[in-house]
C-alpha cells in the first residue's frame, strides 16, 4: 500500500515522504536531518526506505537540512536545471552524494516521478506528480502565486493532489508583515490564498481527484480551520459531499502525531 507522510509543511520548514513502508522518495528537506529521521521513524518508516530527494526549490524552508542529510544516508538528489545550479551557489551540493537535472520522468523507488514548472520568485521552481506501483498517482503543488493552466493540467487527473493554501487575503492585508512582502505573497510569483486554492480544487475533482490535502498554510496569515473551510465550501457549492465524493486534509506543520495516510 502507498504512503504520504506530510513531515513538515509550512514556511519553517518543509518535507513529504512517498512511498511504500520499504521504498520511497522525499520531496525537499526543509528540516534539519535530525528532525527530518525523527519525524519518519514517528510514522514507522526508516531511513533505509528513502531513495532520493526530490528538491522543489531552493528556499531555505525546503532545503534547510538537504547537505546533511543527502551527505549522512547517501541519497541521490534530484532537481530542476536552475535549482541545481542555485543550490550549488548556496553550497547545498556535496561529492558526496549524487545530484541530477531532470526534465523528465525519473523512476525512483519503483515510481515514476515527473517534474512541472511553478510560478514562484526563485531559480526554476517545480512541482511533482508521482505515478505509483500500484497505478495511482499523487501530484504536489505548493510556493506557487497562481494556479496556471501548466499546473491545472499537472495536477488534473491525479488522484490525490497536494495544493498550497497558503493565507487568507483579508489576514495578510491586515496584518503585521511590511508592504513588500505583503506584495511578494500576493504578487504572481508569490503564494496561493485559501480563495485561489479553493476555486481550483472543485476542477480538480471532477477530473476524478477524490484526496486533497491543503499545504504550505501561514503561521500568521491563516490558520487551518480557515483554510478547510474555504475548501469545503467551494467543494460543497459544486454539489459534492465530504466522505462520499472526496476527502480535504491539511498538512500539519509538524506531523508530531505520526500521521500517515494509506492508500
Do not use: W
Not at 490525490?160 to 503585521?176: A, T
Not at 500576493?186 to 472543485?202: I, R
Amino acid at each position: 500500500m502507498a504512503r504520504f507522510c506530510p513531515l513538515f509543511s509550512g514556511s519553517s520548514g518543509n518535507c513529504y515522504y512517498i512511498g511504500s513502508a520499504r521504498a520511497g522518495v522525499l520531496v525537499d528537506a526543509g528540516r534539519s536531518a535530525r528532525q527530518i529521521t525523527r519525524a519518519l521513524d514517528r510514522c514507522g518508516i526508516g531511513m533505509s526506505a528513502v531513495r532520493g530527494v526530490f528538491v522543489t526549490h531552493e528556499h531555505s524552508d525546503h532545503v534547510a537540512g538537504l547537505r546533511v542529510l543527502a551527505s549522512r544516508f547517501h541519497l541521490p538528489v534530484y532537481a530542476s536545471g536552475g535549482t541545481l545550479a542555485a543550490l550549488d551557489a548556496m553550497g547545498c551540493l556535496s561529492p558526496k552524494f549524487p545530484s541530477a537535472e531532470i526534465t523528465g520522468e525519473v523512476e525512483c523507488a519503483g515510481m515514476g516521478i515527473t517534474p512541472f514548472p511553478i510560478p514562484h520568485d526563485s531559480a526554476e521552481c517545480v512541482g511533482y506528480r508521482i505515478a505509483l506501483k500500484e497505478g495511482r498517482t499523487v501530484a504536489l503543488s505548493t510556493d506557487l502565486g497562481y494556479l496556471s493552466e501548466g499546473v491545472r493540467q499537472a495536477l488534473t487527473g491525479a488522484d490525490f493532489v497536494v495544493l498550497e493554501s497558503n493565507h487568507d487575503v483579508g489576514m495578510l492585508q491586515n496584518g503585521p508583515y511590511p508592504y513588500p512582502l505583503k506584495r511578494r505573497i500576493l504578487s504572481k510569483t508569490g503564494h496561493l490564498s485559501n480563495a485561489d486554492c479553493a476555486a481550483g480544487l472543485a476542477g480538480l475533482a471532477a477530473s476524478g481527484t477524490t484526496r486533497f490535502m491543503l499545504a504550505h498554510l501561514s503561521a500568521e496569515n491563516n490558520t487551518p480551520a480557515l483554510a478547510y473551510q474555504t475548501a469545503l465550501c467551494s467543494l460543497a457549492l459544486s454539489g459534492l459531499r465530504p466522505g462520499r465524493d472526496f476527502q480535504l486534509y491539511v498538512a500539519p506543520r509538524e506531523n508530531d502525531d505520526g500521521k500517515v495516510l494509506i492508500f
